[in-house]
């Protein structure tokens, strides 16, 4: 299964999904990386790698859809079977999903239809739930929507910080989204 993967910063589920091809716990292969932000940990990582790696900054576009245009291009060149959003902080047009019908897969750190956005972790701690988690799920052109293939509940507990806790959801997120590949990607 070839793996195109979207990236914005740290990169960690994106070095997940690596290690985990890098050690036959999943067969694919990363054919690109591409980021909104110049700064990405995770690209500088995927150039280390020696991945393809492709940065387009969304600031310097006068429009989202010129921005996801030169992504599109790449993506279209790199021919994946799947795109993987790996803490892609950007939300998908319309068109742009409808380019790979259910082969756009996300990972978010809440049990989905809770607490999507940004700062999901503070958001759950926030609110004072007891149980939060992470989500692996198909892209709609909603935020952080579409069908949901895995979860992983993480407890939230007293004392907990966003930080804290996202702490714990992040060593859940690197294993559910190997395990939701291996669902999708079984040949
Ligand atoms: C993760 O918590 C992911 O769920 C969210 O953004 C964060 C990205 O972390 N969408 P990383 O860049 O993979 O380390």
Redesign the pocket.
């Known amino acids: 299964m070839r793996l195109a993967i979207l990236?914005?910063?740290?990169?960690?589920?994106?070095?997940?999904i690596h290690s985990a091809i890098a050690t036959g716990a999943l067969r694919a292969t990363i054919v690109c990386v591409i980021s909104n932000r110049p700064d990405?940990?995770?690209v500088e990582r995927a150039r280390e790698l020696g991945l393809s790696a492709h940065v387009f900054d969304h600031k310097r576009y006068p429009t989202r859809a010129a921005h996801e245009e030169d992504v599109l291009r790449v993506l279209a060149e790199a021919e994946p079977d799947f795109v993987v959003?790996?803490?892609?902080?950007r939300l998908l047009s319309a068109a742009f999903v409808a380019a790979f019908p259910h082969r756009i897969l996300?990972?978010?750190?809440s049990l989905l239809p809770s607490f999507p956005g940004v700062d999901?972790?503070a958001q759950a701690v926030a609110y004072g739930v007891k149980v939060s988690g992470?989500t692996v799920h198909f892209v709609d052109e909603n935020l952080d929507a579409g069908p949901i293939l895995v979860q992983r509940a993480v407890p939230v507990r007293d004392g907990d910080s966003g930080d804290t806790l996202?702490a714990r959801?992040?060593e859940q997120?690197h294993e559910a989204y190997v395990e939701g590949r291996r669902i999708v990607f079984t040949d």
């Open positions: 990236l914005s910063g740290r990169g960690s589920n994106f070095e997940a990405a940990r995770g959003l790996a803490g892609y902080m996300n990972i978010h750190p999901a972790q992470c996202a959801i992040l997120e």
